[in-house]
């Protein structure tokens, strides 16, 4: 039987987990390495949705009559800056066959995860590792009570549309108003209603 990776979200974590499950691993910068378990991270966001020019190369002119851009379905990109660390969990998870997702206990880390599953096309079985703090006591708790990661799919359904619905907002809203007022502005799903929010009031307060 082969052995467990268990992904972070951060390195912190993985090296608290690491200590409370597999107290003699042994370090190898990117992962440490146990008799049961091998344990790296994701450094946050390790990929992210593809940029409009990703999927058509028009794209890369802002135009009114490209709008609204509403790809058929959304492609992963690797972050740049941690792309290294990307492919050290394809590796690992090469030498495994069972996964632990241990990203943060949230629709966050949920995404976080599924991008990796995804892109990296995992196919090993996942449990998922529901923790609210770092102790020791937590996180073998934690490890005893681990259900299969499908019973959160409707959460990482949920992180998924959030994401999507600011990809198609951001992208679009921001080049609309561009054109339309030959300056650089930027929209968001959550960022312009708060703003507008904000104006409103000081009209008022004036």
């Known amino acids: 039987m082969g052995k467990t990776l268990i992904i972070a979200e951060k390195p912190d974590m993985g090296r608290s987990i690491a200590a409370a499950v597999e107290?003699?691993?042994v370090n190898r910068k990117t992962y440490l390495e146990g008799k049961r378990y091998l344990i790296t991270w994701a450094i946050g966001h390790l990929l992210g949705l593809a940029e409009p020019d990703g999927y058509d190369e028009k794209y890369k002119k802002w135009r009114f009559d490209d709008l609204p851009?509403?790809?058929d379905s959304f492609k992963l990109v690797p972050n740049a800056r941690t792309r290294g660390q990307l492919k050290v969990i394809g590796e690992l998870a090469k030498r495994c066959d069972q996964i632990v997702n241990a990203c943060d206990a949230g629709r966050e880390g949920q995404l976080i995860f599924d991008y990796i599953r995804t892109y990296?096309?995992?196919k090993q079985p996942v449990l998922?590792?529901?923790i609210s703090d770092l102790t020791r006591e937590t996180i073998l708790k934690g490890f005893r009570e681990l259900k299969n990661d499908s019973e959160y799919d409707n959460l990482t359904r949920?992180?998924?549309s959030r994401s999507e619905a600011d990809w198609l907002i951001g992208m679009n809203g921001s080049r609309a108003f561009t054109i339309r007022h030959k300056a650089l502005f930027s929209v968001g799903?959550?960022?312009t209603p708060v703003l507008a929010l904000i104006c409103d009031r000081q009209k008022e307060i004036e």
């Open 69 to 71: 851009i509403l790809p």
């Open 120 to 122: 990296l096309k995992l």
């Open 128 to 130: 998922r590792l529901w």
């Open 158 to 160: 949920a992180a998924r």
């Open 23 to 25: 107290p003699g691993a």
């Open 189 to 191: 799903r959550v960022q």
